[in-house]
T-cell receptor, first 116, second 112 residues
Framework: DTEVIQTPKHLVMGMTNKKSLKCEQH?????MYWYKQKAKKPPELMFV???????INESVPSRFSPECPNSSLLNLHLHALQPEDSALYLC???????????????FGDGTRLSIL | RKEVEQDPGPFNVPEGATVAFNCTYS??????FFWYRQDCRKEPKLLMS???SGNEDGRFTAQLNRASQYISLLIRDSKLSDSATYLC?????????????FGSGTKLNVKP
C-alpha cells in the first residue's frame, strides 16, 4: 500500500465557513507534510509534522490550522479563508525523519479548494 | 537566491528526440535528490531518485554532480506521454525533520 489518500477531492467554501481537509497514509511514514500549489507554480511548503509533532510552520496565516491526531492522519482546518487561498492543497508523507537518504515523498492527489 | 533552480522551458521536442534537463541547488549539505513528474492538475509523482553514481530507469537517466551542485535528467526516445512538468527536488535532513526543496519545474511538450 503506497497510497496517500486525501479527502475531499474538491471543496468550495465561502469566506466565513469552517471546513477541514483530511489526509491518511498507512505506509508507516513518520513525516507528513501540507503543501499549497497555485497554477503553473511548484508546491509551496506549509507545514511539516515529524513523529506527530509540528516541526516546521512556514509562516502560514493562522486561518490554516494543522492537526496530526495520530501517525496515520493529518488534518488541515480552514477558517475565514480569502479568495487568494484558492489552490490545490497537497498532502505528502515520507518514511524517515532526520535520516534515511533516498527516501522520497509520496503525494496524495490533492484537494482542489475554491473560496467564493 | 532560490534553493533549487531549473530552466522553466518549455522544451518542445518531436517524438523520438532526446532531451536533457538540468537543475542546480545551493545547499551543499543537501543529502538526497529526486525527479518528480507532474501532469496538469495532478499531483507530483516520483519519477526517480538520483544516486551519486548515476542511475537509469528505462529511457530515463539521472546524474548527480555534487562538486558542481547540479542534477540532470536525460530522456531518450521521447514519447507523447512524456509531456509533463518535471520537478527537481532536493532533500535536506535536519535533526528531527526532513525538508524537501522544489525547483520551479521544467515543462516538456513532446509533439507528434
Amino acid at each position: 500500500d503506497t497510497e496517500v489518500i486525501q479527502t475531499p477531492k474538491h471543496l468550495v467554501m465561502g469566506m466565513t465557513n469552517k471546513k477541514s481537509l483530511k489526509c491518511e497514509q498507512h505506509m508507516g511514514h513518520r513525516a507528513m507534510y501540507w503543501y499549497k500549489q497555485k497554477a503553473k507554480k511548484p508546491p509551496e511548503l506549509m507545514f511539516v509534522y515529524s513523529y506527530e509533532k509540528l516541526s516546521i510552520n512556514e509562516s502560514v496565516p493562522s486561518r490554516f490550522s494543522p492537526e496530526c491526531p495520530n501517525s496515520s492522519l493529518l488534518n488541515l482546518h480552514l477558517h475565514a479563508l480569502q479568495p487568494e487561498d484558492s489552490a490545490l492543497y497537497l498532502c505528502a508523507s515520507s518514511q524517515d525523519v532526520g535520516t534515511g537518504d533516498y527516501q522520497p515523498q509520496h503525494f496524495g492527489d490533492g484537494t482542489r479548494l475554491s473560496i467564493l | 537566491r532560490k534553493e533549487v533552480e531549473q530552466d522553466p522551458g518549455p522544451f518542445n521536442v518531436p517524438e523520438g528526440a532526446t532531451v536533457a534537463f538540468n537543475c542546480t541547488y545551493s545547499n551543499s549539505a543537501s543529502q538526497s535528490f529526486f525527479w518528480y513528474r507532474q501532469d496538469c492538475r495532478k499531483e507530483p509523482k516520483l519519477l526517480m531518485s538520483v544516486y551519486s553514481s548515476g542511475n537509469e530507469d528505462g529511457r530515463f537517466t539521472a546524474q548527480l554532480n555534487r562538486a558542481s551542485q547540479y542534477i540532470s535528467l536525460l530522456i531518450r526516445d521521447s514519447k507523447l506521454s512524456d509531456s509533463a512538468t518535471y520537478l527537481c527536488v532536493v532533500k535536506w535532513n535536519g535533526d528531527n525533520f526532513n525538508k524537501f526543496y522544489f525547483g520551479s519545474g521544467t515543462k516538456l511538450n513532446v509533439k507528434p
